[in-house]
């Protein structure tokens, strides 16, 4: 089997797991022949510690917990995993199902372009979007100079 570049299956990881459930499962339903999978982690949802940096690049701190799920499934000898922001477990079960077929070679370039690529525009156009929305709501300050007194 072809190995399928780390950087690719970051990049659908990551769609996977910022995209609406709604739009996954819209997806999952023009998947013509669902596979049979099993789960080697059910769905489960615990805390993770967040952890940031003083001004972005300073010392690290713990900034706080947030809730996780994860799942880990099997398909046909591969293993998909998911980990989503959130407690939706449906959400982590069929992204980690995705992640199994993106895997494999023959589902690759079909569930890429079907799946990953709107997924992916979607989310960049939602994006695009609250950056107008913000910008709008931007704030100049400015300091005037009065002179000497």
């Known amino acids: 089997m072809n190995q399928i570049p780390i950087e690719n299956r970051q990049h659908w990881m990551s769609v996977l797991a910022r995209a609406p459930l709604a739009d996954i499962q819209a997806a ?20 993770v510690m967040i ?43 069929l992204a980690a199902v995705f992640d199994g077929l993106l895997q494999d070679p ?4 079909l569930l890429t372009e079907t799946v990953i690529a709107p997924l992916e525009k979607k989310l960049t156009e939602q994006q695009q979007i609250k950056a107008k ?3 709008s709501t931007r704030v100049d300050f400015f300091t005037m100079v009065r002179g000497e007194d």
């Not at 999952?28 to 805390?47: A, C, H, I, M, N």
């Not at 809730?67 to 046909?76: D, E, G, M």
């Open 28 to 47: 999952w339903g023009t998947v013509s022949d669902k596979p049979e999978y099993t789960f080697l982690r059910q769905p489960e949802t615990g805390l």
């Open 51 to 93: 952890h940031a940096r003083t001004n972005g690049s300073g010392s690290p701190f713990s900034m706080g917990e947030m809730t996780l799920t994860r799942c880990a499934v099997t398909i046909n000898n591969t293993v998909g995993h998911a980990y989503i922001a959130g407690r939706d477990k449906h959400h982590a079960e």
């Open 106 to 109: 023959t589902h690759n370039a």
């Open 133 to 135: 929305q913000v910008a």
